[in-house]
């Protein structure tokens, strides 16, 4: 892909979320577009980076490692499952980790941010579909969030959902209004709902921020 196009691509759908935003009563330009880049070659990530995306989301520590370090500076979202033997190179690589949704994952994670000196924010993920596998169970979400904000290296900023894989929008739309109750119980600055199918879905139910791949970079 060239620059000109992938820079039309990103245009063209900030220009469709600040429509969406604006037409159920938001403003625009007040959600963080994350472009996710797995499986995606660097040139076109860079390329993107040039056009102005400024957060980048990755679910594979390996592949992100190879890609990170000849990426121009940028916010780096892990959207993967979380293996604590990788947690030391989660929090050398990563900004914000989204998918933190077990007790184990939050011990490991804020062993490996304490050794390194480090606070990483991290978003407590939510199963909110029968077809996700991971996510935490909604009857654990307070007792987790407890947990993570027990934390000294760890700092809880807010809630990250997948929704149903389906093409039923008012099932979309009731699993993603349950995360939105989560966040507004739970607290923090992000609730990250929303992929390429359903993102507008997200926005009516109030998302600050979206995770888009495919509608951004064509398909993987
Ligand atoms: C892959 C992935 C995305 C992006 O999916 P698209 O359908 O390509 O937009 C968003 N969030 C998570 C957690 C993902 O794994």
Known sequence: ????????????????????????????????????????????????????????????????????????????????????????ELVQLFDVVQSVDRSDAVIALNKAAGSA???????????????????????????????????PNLKLDGIMAIGPNTDNCEIIAQAFSQAADFYNKIGGNTLSLGMTHDWRLAIRAGCTMVRIGTGLFGSR
Not at 39 to 57: F, N, R, V, W, Y
Not at 119 to 126: F, N, R
Not at 130 to 151: H, M, N, S, W, Y
């Open 117 to 151: 000196e480090k606070i990483i924010a991290v978003l407590l993920q939510i199963n909110i579909s029968q077809t996700e596998r991971f996510g935490c169970p909604k009857d654990e979400v307070e007792a987790l969030a407890d947990l993570i904000r027990l934390q």
């Open 1 to 88: 892909m060239h620059f000109q196009d992938m820079k039309d691509n990103f245009n063209i759908l900030q220009e469709e979320i600040n429509q969406e935003l604006v037409s159920c009563g938001r403003k625009p330009n007040s959600i963080t577009l994350v472009g996710v880049s797995k499986k995606q070659p660097l040139e076109k990530i860079i390329t993107a980076i040039s056009a102005g995306i400024k957060d980048i989301g990755e679910n594979y520590v390996q592949e992100a490692e190879k890609k990170f370090a000849l990426l121009p500076p940028v916010r780096k979202h892990f959207l993967g499952h979380i293996q604590t033997n990788k947690s030391k």
